[in-house]
């Protein structure tokens, strides 16, 4: 199976990442970097077979060739006409959208699966993760305040949360003042 991923939610996206990843060893990964790394010796590798195990995942980050700003890959198209059942790969846009009319992501979609990362609910996070503690909106909306809605450093500021809380389970503002770190934003305007 073949994917791709996109979105400005790096956090949601990594998630996503690590569920399709946690089955396999580390040595039957690969990742690439498309703007460094050669088209055809990534795809040499998708059409090689695992020396460890039956199955394994190519990661292809930056794999901009599915926006606008990306020329066509006729060897690309190729391969996932005919891909290597064996290997999943994993392609990873870090933009808001892909470019829909382009054959390649018209291709993709129809032999693979595209995932789109670009909601950011800051509270839905803060809810899934401390759902096991007390914690008031109030106490909610200032963390969101004090950290911002970035969602891998509102991430790691739970974490420190979770970490001091885990005895007692009830987060209060106080808590929340002592424990996490003020992001400042800075506005130009």
Same mark, same amino acid.
């Given at each position: 199976?073949?994917? =791709?991923? /996109?979105?400005?939610?790096?956090?949601?996206?990594?998630?996503?990442?690590? *569920? =399709? =990843?946690?089955?396999?060893?580390?040595?039957?990964?690969?990742?690439?970097?498309?703007?460094?790394?050669? =088209?055809?010796?990534?795809?040499?590798?998708?059409?090689?077979?695992?020396?460890?195990?039956?199955?394994?995942?190519?990661?292809?980050?930056?794999?901009?060739?599915?926006?606008?700003?990306?020329?066509?890959?006729?060897?690309?198209?190729? /391969?996932?006409?005919?891909?290597?059942?064996?290997?999943?790969?994993?392609?990873?846009?870090?933009?808001?959208? %892909?470019?829909? #009319?382009?054959?390649?992501?018209?291709?993709?979609?129809?032999?693979? %699966?595209?995932?789109?990362?670009?909601?950011?609910?800051?509270?839905?996070?803060?809810?899934? #993760?401390?759902?096991? /503690?007390?914690?008031?909106?109030?106490?909610?909306?200032?963390?969101?305040? #004090? %950290?911002? *809605?970035?969602?891998?450093?509102?991430?790691?500021?739970?974490?420190?949360?979770?970490?001091?809380?885990?005895?007692?389970?009830?987060?209060?503002?106080?808590?929340?003042?002592?424990?996490?770190?003020?992001?400042?934003?800075?506005?130009?305007?």
């Amino acid at each position: 199976m073949n994917y =791709l991923f /996109y979105g400005n939610n790096a956090y949601s996206l990594k998630k996503e990442l690590s *569920s =399709l =990843l946690k089955d396999n060893s580390s040595l039957n990964v690969s990742k690439y970097n498309m703007e460094e790394d050669d =088209l055809g010796n990534i795809l040499n590798d998708a059409l090689t077979m695992s020396l460890f195990e039956e199955n394994k995942i190519i990661v292809c980050e930056n794999a901009i060739m599915f926006t606008g700003l990306g020329k066509a890959e006729p060897q690309l198209e190729e /391969y996932l006409n005919n891909p290597n059942p064996n290997t999943t790969l994993i392609f990873i846009v870090n933009n808001e959208k %892909v470019d829909e #009319r382009k054959k390649i992501t018209k291709l993709l979609r129809k032999n693979g %699966v595209v995932k789109e990362f670009n909601e950011t609910n800051p509270k839905s996070l803060i809810s899934e #993760r401390l759902k096991d /503690y007390q914690i008031k909106p109030t106490a909610i909306n200032l963390l969101i305040d #004090r %950290v911002g *809605s970035n969602m891998d450093i509102l991430n790691n500021e739970i974490n420190k949360i979770i970490l001091y809380k885990n005895e007692d389970k009830i987060i209060t503002d106080e808590d929340i003042v002592n424990l996490t770190h003020k992001t400042i934003d800075t506005d130009v305007f």
